[in-house]
């Protein structure tokens, strides 16, 4: 019996040609899907599924689209269409933070000579937007592109990614904690909104992985040293390292796979005991 039933379904990946989405599209072509690697940067995600034909010998397409454009989002579809059929599996992936949408201090000390520029203050509404869409409706507007072909066909599978800040958000980043607190919620609202149409949704909230949208943070640009934001992650997580990119991927094929056919609204999170753990 193949448990996993995951053989020539087709999954769209989006924001597949980033750290983690790629590795998450490279475990479902192991296991025989076919892989959409849906990304801004077209040439990112064509080289992606290019490695991904040649390393699985599974089918895999990059295409181009803007998880904010629903025409653009279309469009993809017919593509996929043309190429590999309908969709059985879509992973939510595009989304980060930006520099733009941080505060420059954790907590503000109140005092006369403070700069409000560098505290929550300052924060643009613009850039706050800007993050809070990529990571909110960058779910929302895919899901509903996508999750049109899993209605007619009465099965598929959403999963969205999340992050540690949906759970409590850290500090600096309001805009980025609270869209991933907006996916959980979400998550939750659409599993049982298409419960009975054979469509189970989940999420994975990773903790933390060094990446492009977090270096600035945890990383000294001169030194290369750990910053002292770094060094506390690693203090909250009893694991005391780091995520690695391919230690997401067991939850997502469970979440993805047939090992989960009852499971639908929940958020796993896969963080290194750093959920768990009071600091003391
Ligand atoms: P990444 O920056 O490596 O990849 C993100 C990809 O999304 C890029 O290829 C980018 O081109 C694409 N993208 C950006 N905007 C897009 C848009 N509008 N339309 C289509 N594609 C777009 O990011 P990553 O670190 O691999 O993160 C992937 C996901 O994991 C994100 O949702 C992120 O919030 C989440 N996450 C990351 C961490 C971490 O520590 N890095 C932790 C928890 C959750």
């Known amino acids: 019996m193949n448990e996993l039933n995951l053989k020539n379904k087709v999954a769209v990946i989006t924001g597949g040609a980033g750290i983690i989405c790629s590795a998450m599209a490279r475990s479902l072509a192991v296991h025989g ?31 181009s689209a803007n998880v904010l454009d629903k025409a653009s989002l279309q469009s993809a579809m017919n593509i996929i269409h043309e190429q590999f059929g309908t969709i059985d599996i879509l ?25 409000p520029e560098e505290t929550f203050f300052g924060l643009r509404i613009e850039e706050f937007e800007k ?14 592109v996508f999750a049109t072909d899993m209605v007619r066909n009465k099965s598929g599978v959403i999963i969205n990614i999340s992050s540690m800040n949906s759970f409590r958000p850290l500090t600096k980043i309001p805009a980025y ?10 998550t939750q609202w659409l599993a049982v909104h298409l419960a009975k149409t054979g469509i189970r949704v989940n999420a994975i909230a990773p903790g933390f992985l060094l990446t492009n949208q ?16 770094g060094k506390k992650i690693i203090n909250g997580t009893p694991m005391e390292r ?13 979440l993805a796979s047939d090992l989960s056919k009852f499971v639908t609204g929940v958020v796993i999170p896969v963080d290194g005991g750093f959920s768990a753990y009071s600091g003391v």
């Open 242 to 254: 780091y995520c690695l990119p391919e230690e997401l991927t067991g939850t997502l094929i469970y």
């Open 131 to 144: 993050v809070f869409d990529l990571n909110f409706k960058g779910t929302l507007i895919p899901s509903m």
């Open 214 to 229: 977090n270096r600035f943070l945890l990383i000294d640009e001169q030194t290369g040293a750990y910053t002292q934001r």
């Open 33 to 63: 899907v076919k892989t959409v690697i849906l990304d801004l940067n077209k040439d990112a995600a064509t080289s992606v599924a290019k490695q991904i034909e040649k390393e699985y010998t599974t089918s895999s397409i990059g295409v």
């Open 177 to 186: 904690s609270s869209a991933k607190a907006a996916v959980n919620n979400f």
């Open 91 to 115: 992973v939510n992936g595009a989304g980060g933070n930006s520099p733009a949408a941080t505060t420059k201090v954790e907590k503000m000390d109140g005092s006369e000579s403070e700069n």
